[in-house]
């Protein structure tokens, strides 16, 4: 399609925010009156962009930086494919490092190092039987996250 041929909407010209009943925005915090005044252009309404402003940062309030970063964590350490075949062998149940590295036919540093990235993640247990380590899934909601990553896919 030629630019021409698009359709020329007319501007309507929005009042002046600032007028003296609007400037009662959700919060008391600058950016969120920003954000509101914002809405407002867009939408045309300023009780409209008072409600969304409104919700928008209640959800922002909810959001915890700390646990944030504990499932970055876990997201990250499934990232990567290494690592992901490392669970897939683990949903079979309890393996040590010298049967995922004859699985994937890795180097055991290699291993090692994704085995400490799943621990750390808190998505992989180690249990010590005499000298040697074994290595499972730490709980079932790995096994919902394995399968909601195949679902997800189709």
């Not at 005499?130 to 909601?141: A, L, N, Q």
Request: aromatic letters at 4%; one cysteine or more.
């Amino acid at each position: 399609m030629l630019y021409k041929e698009l359709p020329m909407l007319p501007r309507k010209r929005l009042p002046d925010p600032q007028s003296e009943d609007e400037t009662v925005s959700c919060c008391n915090d600058s950016a969120c009156c920003d954000a509101e005044n914002t809405l407002f252009r867009l939408y045309g309404d300023r009780s409209i962009a008072r409600e969304r402003c409104l919700r928008v940062c209640s959800q922002v309030k909810k959001i915890d930086e700390e646990e944030l970063t504990e499932e970055i964590k876990v997201f990250k350490s499934v990232a990567d494919a290494t690592r992901l075949k490392i669970l897939k062998l683990l949903s079979g149940g309890e393996l040590t490092i010298v049967e995922l590295m004859l699985a994937l036919k890795r180097p055991q540093s290699s291993i090692s190092h994704n085995l400490s990235i799943l621990e750390d993640a808190g998505i992989v247990k180690e249990r010590k039987v005499g000298k040697w380590c074994r290595y499972r899934i730490s709980d079932d909601s790995v096994y919902d996250m394995l399968n909601l990553a195949g679902r997800l896919k189709r």
